[in-house]
């Protein structure tokens, strides 16, 4: 009956409300004299004309005001309150004309006490739709899924109003660790403690768990997500407290629970200072700015407000995406930045010099890079020229426009490297180092390095390919059962890198502290349970997913490093140290990178190998060149 409703026309169901309000008038003055005269009210001729009168004065003030456009399955606060101004106006309406016409047996007090009652039957009718239509009170014999939610506070009832007007979920209950709120209700909803979430799932049935604590710290979060992980339901949880201050929480903005839910460590709060040292007022250029990393690096530069943010990248799609979303955010104080999309690629030298010279910028970060290491370990030539030589022919172009800082984005890859990737990106920093030491004079490019390890959300993290492989039914791949891997929100990496730009002196080598290693075997395991699924194995043949071992791909290393020497210093920033690494000078550097680009052209894999094996502190030329498909 109700999809039936729903699916009459507008108009129709305006009628509908309209006569429905005509009804609710006339009754409303039968109770009002019946009240007023102490008896079940029979009107005479005279009296009539008010039970005529009340409609005719009530439809178009509600009309005016709106109350026929509302959405009566989604009425809230605001709908009634202004049911209530409507009603008022419409109260004055008819004492003016009782006053002004006194006819005899109408008591001029009806012309406050119909509006009241007229007020309760209009409103409760609003209600009752809302009920009705919504379908509040459905039980789980539908089908829908059986909710608990982790948080009795704003957001969770918020949540619960939002459910209310959903068919995807049957709310049974809330858990909260306040006392306080434990053993009430919430619109007719019970509180249970938190420490009784196991058995409330057993005695409910429950299928969904949503975590409703946008406000808590990652601490916490990560406490919460521990001690659900071995129940057998799917945990989601909310949006980020940012993003629900944007507008009313819906059903389809629960989102799977991300990897910094069970990572545990809350990001510092970034120095306004360093962030925009070198950023406000100035000309910045980002390259790679399409990217993962890059694109942030150009977010985050944005809202720093420089005068001109250059924004480079090879790749026609990432460039117009970026530069569509930062035009969409140029308002207000951000109205006069200039957004300048380029598309062109690092290793082009010459184009790189004329653009750094008819810009100028006063910091470059150098973000663009090769960087999923199967695929340069197949493309080597190609891999080495783009993170090589890009890297080399855009800090010349930085050297000879007078740019002030110049910041290449590294990896922990690069430390003690068993692939082309992570040692073509030591020799980036190689090459940066020298030129540091070589151009050491007042005045001259500060060339600093960033390096850290897997930022969440970036293309190839292993998260979302965790949940595509969930979402196909498995089995979910893991290279090795020991791999472990650093993490870092690609937010927080981004704030970092400008932060630690800010600091570079010349030719430093700064590292991010990216917490503890996650064993990535441990994440595909907690990734199942909190999807409500079992892992599918030896111990458990029924169980729903299976986790494969597929073996470590081509230069795959089972645990990344940050550093290559050891005692790294402190910096201005608890998250941020500066390394202490070897280096080559540039007169002896120059002589391998002549060698390093014959062979990149030459697509010769064994001595590209060769050259980065004499250069690179723990990469051996001796290990075999990929012959298969990646």
Not at 139 to 146: I, Y
């Amino acid at each position: 009956m109700q999809l039936q409703v729903l699916d009459w026309p507008r108009s129709a169901k305006q009628l509908v409300v309209i006569g429905l309000d005509l009804v609710l008038s006339v009754l409303a003055t039968w109770v009002a004299f019946s009240l007023r005269l102490d008896t079940l009210h029979i009107p005479d001729a005279l009296q009539l004309r008010v039970y005529v009168m009340a409609p005719c004065l009530a439809i178009p003030v509600f009309i005016h005001f709106g109350l026929y456009r509302a959405v009566f399955r989604y009425t809230g606060q605001a709908a009634l309150i202004a049911t209530a101004k409507a009603v008022g106006v419409y109260a004055l309406a008819l004492s003016a004309v009782l006053v002004s016409v006194q006819w005899t047996m109408v008591p001029r007090s009806l012309g406050i006490l119909q509006p009241l009652v007229f007020l309760i039957l209009v409103a409760t009718s609003r209600a009752m739709a809302r009920f009705w239509l919504a379908g509040m009170g459905r039980s789980a014999e539908n089908g829908a899924g059986r909710l608990l939610i982790f948080g009795a506070g704003t957001a969770g009832v918020q949540t619960a109003v939002a459910l209310a007007v959903s068919r995807q979920f049957t709310l049974v209950g809330f858990v909260d660790d306040d006392p306080a709120k434990c053993g009430r209700s919430i619109n007719g909803v019970p509180v249970w403690p938190a420490s009784t979430v196991a058995e409330r799932i057993a005695r409910e049935g429950v299928t969904d768990i949503l975590l409703a604590i946008p406000g808590a710290t990652r601490e916490r979060r990560k406490a919460v997500v521990d001690a659900l992980k071995a129940l057998a339901v799917h945990v989601r949880t909310l949006p980020s407290m940012q993003d629900l201050a944007s507008g009313r929480v819906k059903v389809q903005d629960f989102r799977e629970l991300d990897i910094e839910d069970l990572l545990g460590r809350d990001p510092v709060p970034p120095r306004a200072d360093l962030l925009a040292q070198d950023i406000a007022g100035q000309v910045v250029m980002v390259t790679g700015a399409g990217g993962s990393i890059g694109s942030e690096l150009s977010r985050q530069i944005f809202a720093q407000r420089p005068r001109t943010l250059v924004l480079l990248d090879h790749s026609e799609f990432a460039l117009y995406s970026i530069h569509q979303e930062l035009l969409a955010l140029r308002s207000g104080a951000l109205a006069d930045i200039a957004l300048v999309p380029v598309l062109a690629r690092v290793s082009d030298s010459a184009h790189m010099k004329a653009l750094c010279l008819h810009h100028r910028p006063a910091t470059v970060y150098h973000a663009a890079a090769y960087k999923h290491v199967p695929l340069v370990e197949f493309n080597p030539g190609q891999g080495v020229l783009n993170n090589v030589f890009g890297t080399l022919s855009v800090a010349a172009a930085a050297l000879e426009a007078q740019v002030g800082r110049f910041v290449l984005i590294s990896t922990d890859k690069a430390v003690r490297p068993t692939n082309i990737m992570g040692a073509s990106k030591r020799m980036a920093e190689l090459v940066l180092q020298a030129l540091a030491q070589r151009h050491s004079d007042p005045g001259s490019t500060c060339f600093s390095m960033v390096r850290f390890g897997n930022v969440l959300g970036s293309s190839g993290s292993v998260v979302p390919f965790f949940r595509q492989q969930l979402a196909a039914g498995g089995p979910l791949t893991v290279t090795h059962p020991e791999v472990t891997r650093y993490f870092m929100t690609i937010t927080e990496a981004a704030q970092l890198v400008l932060q630690a730009g800010a600091m570079g002196q010349g030719g430093d080598v700064f590292v991010l502290d990216m917490g503890e290693p996650v064993k990535i075997l441990d994440l595909a395991h907690r990734m199942v349970q909190l999807a409500g699924l079992a892992v599918r194995d030896s111990a458990n043949p029924s169980g729903d997913i299976e986790i494969a071992i597929t073996g470590l791909r081509p230069g795959e290393k089972l645990y990344e490093e940050l550093l290559i020497g050891d005692n790294p210093q402190s910096t201005l920033h608890p998250r941020i140290m500066k390394a202490h690494e070897d280096m080559l000078p540039w007169d002896v550097l120059q002589d391998h990178l002549s060698a390093l680009r014959a062979a990149a052209v030459a697509e010769d894999d064994f001595q590209i190998r060769a050259v980065l094996a004499a250069c690179v502190q723990g990469f051996s030329a001796l290990q075999a060149a990929p012959v298969a498909s990646p």
